[in-house]
């Protein structure tokens, strides 16, 4: 088994995109981070705004080796440049999603709290599932609740890489990972960590460190 690794998410609102770096240069400063995701939302988030922030990205995570996803876009994922895209299940199909970005591109998929999605999900050929949510969350109204023994059986049962989302912390995340999640995707346990994204990032290293 691979050593889990952190995924960050955006938050939903970038309104100053430099002071934005400065966090995102402070998280990836303090732990090695595998992936972000540019999630946008809300009426700033128009289609200029989601590039510009995915293209700052790209840049600031390359020397890094750290992919850059756009969440629900291929479209805008592909005129960015981005390594790939997360869907949903009410958004973009995944074939669709595949077609358009090519076979190198990650494509990854929420699957919530079901195994049956997963497995179709894993068998279309997506790059990774993402089950959730764990904990509450003020990121993202979550419609379910995901076990940790959903990670123990998907890690047991496949060799596709899973996702765990929604609400971890730095407090927390000791079951997901030890239950054999392959990525904490973490949006507010880092942006909103009273002590900075640095800081957190750090916490989260530890953690993971211990398991790698």
């Known amino acids: 088994?691979?050593?889990?690794?952190?995924?960050?998410?955006?938050?939903?609102?970038?309104?100053?995109?430099?002071?934005?770096?400065?966090?995102?240069?402070?998280?990836?400063?303090?732990?090695?981070?595998?992936?972000?995701?540019?999630?946008?939302?809300?009426?700033?988030?128009?289609?200029?705004?989601?590039?510009?922030?995915?293209?700052?990205?790209?840049?600031?995570?390359a020397p890094r080796e750290i992919a850059v996803l756009v969440n629900d876009r291929p479209d805008l994922a592909k005129a960015a440049g981005a390594h790939g895209v997360h869907i949903g299940q009410e958004d973009t199909p995944y074939e669709a999603a595949r077609a358009l970005l090519g076979d190198d591109a990650t494509v990854g998929v929420t699957c919530h709290d079901s195994r049956h999605l997963a497995l179709e999900a894993g068998e279309a050929g997506a790059d990774y599932v993402a089950f959730g949510a764990f904990f509450s969350t003020s990121t993202k109204e979550a419609s379910t609740r995901?076990?940790?023994?959903?990670?123990?059986?998907?890690?047991?049962?496949?060799?596709?890489?899973?996702?765990?989302?929604?609400?971890?912390?730095?407090?927390?995340?000791?079951p997901l990972i030890e239950a054999g999640a392959d990525f904490l995707a973490v949006s507010a346990g880092v942006w909103h960590d009273p002590d900075g994204p640095g800081a957190a990032s750090a916490k989260f290293a530890r953690h993971l460190s211990r398991h790698g």
């Not at 050593?3 to 400065?22: K, M, N, R, V």
């Not at 402070?26 to 995915?54: F, M, N």
């Not at 995901?146 to 000791?174: K, Q």
């Open 146 to 174: 995901a076990s940790v023994d959903l990670l123990r059986w998907w890690s047991y049962a496949t060799t596709v890489p899973c996702v765990a989302i929604g609400g971890i912390t730095p407090e927390n995340c000791e």
């Open 1 to 61: 088994m691979t050593a889990c690794q952190l995924y960050l998410i955006t938050p939903p609102e970038i309104s100053d995109l430099d002071e934005f770096l400065t966090a995102f240069r402070a998280a990836c400063e303090a732990g090695p981070i595998a992936c972000i995701q540019v999630r946008l939302k809300g009426p700033a988030a128009t289609d200029s705004h989601v590039l510009d922030v995915t293209r700052a990205l790209i840049a600031e995570g």
